[in-house]
């Protein structure tokens, strides 16, 4: 019988089809990495201003036991701010019951607040700000990025906080602010907004943006004397050259709503809401939404 021989013709990848096949690839990614990175940002976003919700929410709940809002710091050598007033309020009644409040001395710098003040508060971080995750802890305790309103003026005339006159808005030194106080109306004032922190430690500065454990500098309040994401530079305890964190370091203090996102800032309202505000925002529509009693008249924002 004669013999059968097969033929058997395999074709692999040409050089040039691998080229494009790789070409194809790479268009392929760099389509895509935007389009995740975007919606890792919304999911940042989303979860930033469910944290300002669960704070301007704390804020009610604290009032419904106390008939009034937190001070914003209680003027003393302890160095008290709403911030630790309202931990038993978001879910962190752990971390509140680590502080003796009873002892007259500082929060920030005394041995006795060491583990208290370094315990890093999740609610009180908005996932986007970098910045927070690089500082950790400085040497005066970790910070966060929601600050209480002081209003539309600078903290204060002398060097200390602790030295200022009364805010227009809902936090100062010894406020006692109720929501009956609030004459112009729970939904058109500004409880709390985002401020940006400097990523401590840094080498020959101190930054007390976003620092809750001392008063003096203003670190725990914003003032809308300058618009959402300005560039206009905050004044006084502060570290230049971090991108969109502007400074100087002369003058009276205040600090500024900022963010990482893109067009604008969250805000907790009075009247417990939370909502995002365009950097866009007119300036004196911004300071009025941030006073307590001013009689003005809010328009859309």
Known sequence: MPRTTLKHNSKGFTLIELLVVIAIIAILIALLLPAVQQAREAARRSSCKNNMKQISLALHNYHDTHNVIPFGSDGSSRRTTWFHMLLPYVEAANVYNLANFEINVSICCSPAFQEF?????????????????AAGVS???????YAGSFGSTDFQEGTQIRTMGRGNGLFFMQSRISFRDITDGTSNTLA?????VHPEPATGGFDVRGLYHNDDGGGPFFSTLTGPNSSVGDRGWCISGESGMPCVTTGDRYIGSRSLHTGGVHVGLADGSA???SENIDLSLWQALSTRRGNEVIGEF
Do not use: L, T
């Open 192 to 196: 709390f907004s985002e401020v940006r």
């Open 139 to 145: 040497a005066q305790g970790a910070r966060g990025n």
């Open 275 to 277: 909502r995002f505000v």
């Open 117 to 133: 003040r370094e315990e890093i508060i999740p609610s009180y971080r908005c996932p986007s700000d970098i910045g927070v995750v």
